[in-house]
């Protein structure tokens, strides 16, 4: 398996700028995250505040970056990462079934207002899951729910069913759901809140309670210390240094997810900081090594 230099979670502006500059850094760089860039940037309907490109809209913003990937022959891996697990000398990350391997980490999920339903934290790991594909097989002949907050969530659905003797699909979205396994149960009801006794056992919507051996919360992220186990975190984001280090040697972090100001100037500049600090830190332990 390829082990790469850097990965790079996210793809709104700090996730783009560190891949960039990782990448003039002559690193082999992992880029994971949505191929459609940041939403929040592509709704801006004026961004009037950055540097170089006066009032310009949000999806002109977005066709730019994607022209700097292209000119950096930057690709973006279209993943939704659901857990990074520090392993040492590297780190392992779940990208939807596959797993990939880097030396360092950059961290630049973005903020996405979440609020978490009662029982979710206390049973994660007996029981709740933010990842349908990773935990599937613990889940065969048995019955699952997943919660799913966009449509591209139904393929784990749809992998999960493979093992599942029934699936609960709650959308949380408008659109109707194209799934082809009889198994899958789409159900138009509110979550509200995860019940169980030493692990989860049932799912309370807003008109009953679904008895459930695995719940599956499919968020567009998450939570940072659920990302990352051992993280820190302060208010919901990630405590950094100035040189958007964490806790956690060989980890780092920029954009939204470090906390306000929430501006693309301030994302893309901590990209920028993160991407330098990561190549400083595997040339350091490569010179290390030699010395060895």
Known sequence: MKIYDIAII????????????AKARNKSILLLGSADLSGKVGKSEKIRNYLGIPSVSGEEMNRRYRESL???????????????????????????????EAKTVIIATGVVPQRLYPGEQEFLGRGV????????????????????????????????????????YLPLYAQEPVLHDGKIEVVREKPQAIEGGMKAERLVTDQRRIDADGIFILR?????????????????????????????????????????????????????????????????????????
């Open 10 to 21: 996210g793809t709104g502006p700090g996730g783009l700028e560190a891949a960039l500059t």
């Open 220 to 292: 567009e992220s998450v939570l940072p210390d659920a990302l990352v186990p051992g993280l820190e975190t302060e208010n919901g984001h990630i405590r950094t240094d100035r040189d958007m280090s964490t806790n956690i040697e060989g980890c780092f972090a920029c954009g939204d997810v470090t906390g306000g100001p929430y501006q693309l100037m301030k994302a893309a500049g901590e990209g920028n900081v993160a991407a330098l600090s990561a190549a400083a830190y595997l040339d350091r332990q490569r010179r290390a090594g030699k010395e060895a």
């Open 70 to 100: 292209d000119d950096m022959g930057i690709e973006i891996t279209d993943r939704r990462v659901s857990m990074v697990y520090p392993m040492g000398d590297y780190f392992s990350i779940q990208g939807g079934q596959e797993i990939y």
């Open 129 to 168: 899951s933010y990842c349908a594909t990773c935990d599937a097989p613990l889940y065969r002949q048995k019955t699952a729910a997943v919660i799913a907050s966009s449509p591209a969530q139904e393929k784990e659905a749809e992998f999960l069913a493979e093992f599942a003797q029934k699936v609960y």
